[in-house]
């Protein structure tokens, strides 16, 4: 059984600062890829950035120079660190990740359940 779970969420006002985790346990051999993800209401799910097992990252255009991700392999963690939030990043962030179980195992995306960020303005 492997688990993601992220924490982090809340409400921030516009120009504020939210700090995502998201950690991966259970009976897992390696991570590989682990990104965030997020969906506002009425929208649709959407990449915010992601990150190799190297640390090479990808960022959506939309939070690039503001959003920040960042991982440890050794403990299966992954944080996002927002910066300069605008009303407009308000959605829900999923934690998702490629994890192989076994050493013959292909690997499964897993997602978390979810952390609400609020931005007001």
């Known amino acids: 059984q492997v688990q993601l779970v992220e924490s982090g969420g809340g409400l921030v006002q516009a120009g504020g600062s939210l700090r995502l985790s998201c950690v991966a346990s259970?009976?897992?051999?390696?991570?590989?890829?682990m990104g965030w993800y997020r969906q506002a209401p009425g929208k649709q799910h959407d990449l915010v950035a992601t990150?190799?097992?190297?640390?090479?990252?990808n960022y959506a255009d939309s939070v690039k120079g503001r959003f920040t991700i960042s991982r440890d392999n050794a403990k299966n963690t992954m944080s996002l660190q927002m910066n300069s939030l605008k009303p407009e990043d308000t959605a829900v962030y999923y934690c998702?990740?490629?994890?192989?179980?076994?050493?013959?195992?292909?690997?499964?995306?897993?997602w978390g359940k979810g952390t609400l960020v609020t931005v007001s303005s």
């Open positions: 998702n990740a490629k994890i192989f179980r076994d050493v013959g195992d292909y690997g499964m995306d897993y």
């Open positions: 990150i190799t097992r190297a640390l090479s990252t």
């Open positions: 259970g009976s897992i051999f390696r991570t590989d890829v």
